[in-house]
């Protein structure tokens, strides 16, 4: 009995909210190696790929040209090369990263953007759930922290999600291994857990950049964010499916609150 809309723009206001913020997947489409000639995954966001920018530039840089790179994110950059390429993105200009580019100077931008975002990646009011996970162990672990992650706005769910995809690939090549010719392939050294303790405080921020005691974390607070962010990382590809259980859970929900967004999400598929 509902009205058959083809577009977003066709919704009420309330329906395009609902849309926005519900996130429905098939397995599929966290499968790279199933999309034929690209390399992006598809959304978790059934309306369109919220990662901005200078996240995705940066992270693709990375994977193709600094991978390998020793120290990665822990070596020193160029100030000045840095503050010229955040200008230039803030400035809305396309910009383009080739591999002219310094390495870390394209991982340093990346780390001041996330830790000078207005809100953390990882909402603050999210904060002390996500580090109250770091007390527990298996798989209570990761119900808890997947169910977290489904509360993430979709802008937040998508780029947390592709900056993880992205920090499990470095991760990967932390150590030395051998090419097809057998010639030694140097690792950059950049393990999870090291990836955790950059990152971490980053994306887990108790207070805005700036504000009072915002860099003064308790020993207690650090080693659970460094926890959780390496769980986070080890994980993700589970932690981000949504189970064919809790979708037609959804679907059955929506059949009697929304049954506008059943049929728009029906013809999209």
């Known amino acids: 009995g509902a009205m058959s809309v083809d577009s977003i723009t066709d919704l009420?206001?309330?329906?395009?909210?609902?849309?926005?913020?519900?996130?429905?997947?098939?397995?599929?489409e966290l499968d790279p190696r199933r999309i034929l000639g690209k390399?992006?995954?598809?959304?978790?966001?059934?309306?369109?790929?919220?990662?901005?920018?200078?996240?995705?530039?940066?992270?693709?840089?990375?994977?193709?040209?600094?991978?390998?790179?020793v120290g990665i994110f822990r070596v020193g950059s160029s100030k000045k090369r840095v503050q010229q390429l955040r200008e230039e993105?803030?400035?809305?200009?396309?910009?383009?990263?080739?591999?002219?580019?310094?390495?870390?100077?394209?991982?340093?931008?990346?780390?001041?953007?996330?830790?000078?975002?207005?809100?953390?990646?990882?909402?603050r009011e999210l904060y002390g759930a996500?580090?109250?996970?770091?007390?527990?162990?298996?798989?209570?672990?990761?119900?808890?922290?997947?169910?977290l992650l489904f509360l993430?706005?979709?802008?937040?769910?998508?780029?947390?999600?592709?900056?993880?995809?992205?920090?499990?690939?470095?991760?990967r090549h932390a150590e030395r291994s051998w090419d097809a010719d057998g010639q030694e392939v140097p690792g950059n050294k950049m393990t999870v857990s090291n990836l955790a303790t950059v990152f971490g405080p980053n994306i887990l921020q108790k207070e805005k950049p700036g504000e009072k005691d915002a860099s003064a974390l308790n020993f207690e607070d650090?080693?659970?964010?460094?926890?959780?962010?390496?769980?986070?990382?080890?994980?993700h590809q589970a932690l981000f499916m949504v189970s064919p259980e809790m979708q037609c859970d959804i679907l059955r929900r929506l059949f009697q609150t929304d049954p506008d967004v059943i049929d728009y999400l029906l013809r999209r598929k």
């Not at 770091?134 to 169910?147: I, K, V, W, Y």
């Not at 993430?152 to 991760?171: I, M, N, Q």
């Not at 080693?223 to 080890?234: G, S």
């Open 39 to 69: 390399k992006k995954m598809l959304s978790l966001n059934p309306i369109t790929w919220q990662v901005p920018r200078i996240v995705d530039r940066c992270c693709t840089h990375i994977e193709m040209h600094g991978l390998q790179t």
């Open 222 to 235: 650090s080693a659970a964010i460094i926890l959780v962010l390496q769980r986070l990382i080890e994980h």
């Open 152 to 171: 993430l706005p979709p802008c937040h769910s998508d780029t947390l999600h592709r900056l993880l995809r992205f920090l499990g690939e470095v991760a």
């Open 130 to 147: 996500f580090l109250s996970t770091a007390t527990m162990e298996g798989p209570a672990q990761l119900d808890a922290l997947q169910l």
């Open 89 to 123: 993105f803030d400035q809305g200009l396309d910009v383009f990263l080739d591999e002219h580019q310094s390495v870390h100077d394209v991982a340093a931008l990346l780390k001041e953007f996330l830790r000078d975002m207005p809100d953390s990646l990882i909402p």
């Open 12 to 28: 009420s206001d309330n329906a395009s909210k609902l849309l926005e913020a519900l996130q429905l997947s098939h397995p599929h």
